[in-house]
């Protein structure tokens, strides 16, 4: 439990899970905006306020600069002095600042402080400021708004022009605009927590619910594996988990078919190979219970006991044989044969059985084929047709072998005159101890196993086989492979 625990952490970790995933794109799409919003509402209203504080301050300082003017306060014969000097200390106590005025020959005039009265401002805003030029400058690691306001004195240039007499240098602290920030700042970043706890609830909530189907499937695939049900499974939640439920149940479904054939298969060798054995146990046991059994009965059930081993013999032979046919691990041994040499050979073997059976056996060939087989496998598959139409054949009957090719392929043709399968059969007799009749076969001595062999082989050189059957009239059955052995 704990193992599970732990390998579940380290995928949720390692991010190879998708529970992570969403987890962390839920996360991320949540904060990332409020946090942008946070920052960005909080800069451009800092911004705006210093603009609104800067403007208001110009504007007051302005209407200051005009009555500078209209009291000549840069001449000796100035007027209301007091007057003047109490707007400006009132301008510096509510903006908690100060104000330097100076001149056109950069003196200073007056200084709210009183500091530098009398002495000379050389600086660049101030000279900037006499040309034209007036700037604000907000400093927030200090806490305060610079500027320059000019005193500009309209038509009092020789030109008639509007000139500038002098300068007004003001700083005001910023420190109520930055706590005002501060104050809103708390309050964001309050929100911002429990925007954050909620969104942390939410990717939560949503990663888990939304891969919930996906464990579903594991679930019910482990089910299915610990052997609860052999039903199918079911997750209908997702279209991705439908697909992946319906490719599970047809691997399910394929499993259970192949489980089946297997079974099926088992049952069927292990009654095969009884029957002979319970045969000879037939016989001896009868020998046995007679006392003074003649020597002649001897010899007939003795007899009959070797032709159930060999029947027994053959079974097992064909077994091997189809065994080793379908171990895929088996590699073809692909030569280069002449076909018509081989088919030749063939029918030289099987010559006798036909002659014995009193069945003509004929050879046509096309034309002179080469192609890439593998020598044994062939021959099983000629020598299993050409076998079955001479032993499902009539008295007096024919079998006929054709060999054709053209550029791609080779066709093995094996018709014979002999009994037709029935159409019902024709589906089955590649299945594996199937018999047409079981009684008849049994009397010729099939065990059933020879056409599975026969097709496993022609699989096996990527050909196909084909049978055309008409019952009481005779069976055509056609092979077709490929002149070059083609790979996978
Ligand atoms: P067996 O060892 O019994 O011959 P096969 O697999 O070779 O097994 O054939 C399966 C069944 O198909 C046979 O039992 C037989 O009934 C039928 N069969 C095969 N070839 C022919 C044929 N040429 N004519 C009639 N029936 C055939």
């Known amino acids: 439990m704990a193992v599970k625990y732990w390998e579940k952490l380290k995928s949720l970790l390692s991010l190879r899970s998708l529970q992570a995933r969403i987890f962390i794109i839920i996360l991320v799409i949540g904060i990332v905006p409020s946090v942008l ?5 909080l800069n451009s209203y800092e911004e705006r306020t210093v603009q609104i504080r800067t403007a208001t301050v110009q504007n007051q300082l302005k209407i200051v600069g005009n009555h500078l003017l ?37 003196r ?37 708004i610079e500027m320059t306001t000019p005193i500009e004195e309209v038509g009092g240039a020789k030109d008639g022009s509007d000139s500038i007499v002098g ?41 888990t619910v939304l891969t919930r189907p996906f464990n579903r499937v594991t679930e019910a695939i482990n089910e299915v594996q610990a052997g609860y049900s052999d039903k199918t499974i079911d997750v209908p939640d997702y279209v991705e988990t439908v697909h992946i439920v319906e490719a599970f149940n047809q691997l399910l479904r394929r499993m259970k078919t192949l489980d089946d054939s297997r079974q099926e298969f088992v049952a069927n060798v292990s009654h095969e190979l009884k029957t002979p054995m319970t045969s000879v ?4 046991d009868s020998l046995l219970a007679q006392e003074d059994a003649p020597a002649e009965l001897y010899r007939e059930f003795m007899e009959d006991i070797v032709s159930e081993i060999d029947r027994e013999n ?70 299993n047709l050409v076998e079955n139409a001479i032993k499902y054949n009539k008295e007096h009957g024919w079998v006929k072998v054709e060999l054709d090719a053209d550029h791609q ?35 010729i001595g099939g065990t059933g196993l020879g056409l599975a062999i026969t097709r496993s082989a022609v699989l096996m050189h990527r050909g196909a086989i084909t049978v055309t059957s008409v019952e009481g009239e005779g069976t055509n059955f056609t092979v077709k492979i490929p002149l070059s052995y083609i790979k996978d």
């Open 37 to 41: 919003m946070r920052y960005g509402i």
């Open 70 to 106: 209209s009291n000549h306060y840069f001449s000796d014969t100035k007027t209301n002095e007091n007057v003047i000097n109490a707007e400006l200390e009132m301008i510096s106590n509510l903006y908690e600042g100060r104000v330097i005025i100076v001149d056109s020959s950069l």
């Open 108 to 144: 200073v005039v007056k200084d709210t402080y009183g500091i530098s009265e009398g002495k000379t401002m050389i600086s660049e805003e101030v000279i900037r400021c006499l040309r034209g030029e007036s700037m604000s400058n907000y400093d927030r690691e200090h806490g305060y």
């Open 167 to 207: 300068v007004m240098v003001t700083s005001i602290s910023s420190d109520a605009i930055i706590s005002t920030m501060d104050a809103l700042n708390r309050e964001a970043a309050i929100l911002q927590n429990l925007m954050l706890v909620a969104i942390l609830a939410c990717a939560i909530v949503l990663s």
């Open 281 to 284: 146990k037939v016989l001896a």
């Open 314 to 383: 053959q079974i097992i032979t064909d077994l091997l044989a189809l065994v080793r046919m379908e171990n895929r691990v088996q590699q073809m041994n692909i030569v280069s044969l002449n076909i018509n040499d081989l088919t030749e050979l063939i029918l030289k073997r099987l010559r006798p059985i036909a002659r014995k059976r009193d069945v003509e056996l004929v050879f046509e060939s096309m034309r002179t084929v080469v192609a890439e087989v593998d020598e044994v496998k062939l021959t099983l598959i000629m020598t």
């Open 409 to 443: 392929y080779f066709t093995f043709t094996v018709s014979d005159s002999g009994l037709g399968i029935p159409e019902e059969s024709l589906a089955h007799i590649y299945e594996r101890f199937y018999r047409v009749d079981k009684s008849h076969s049994r009397d």
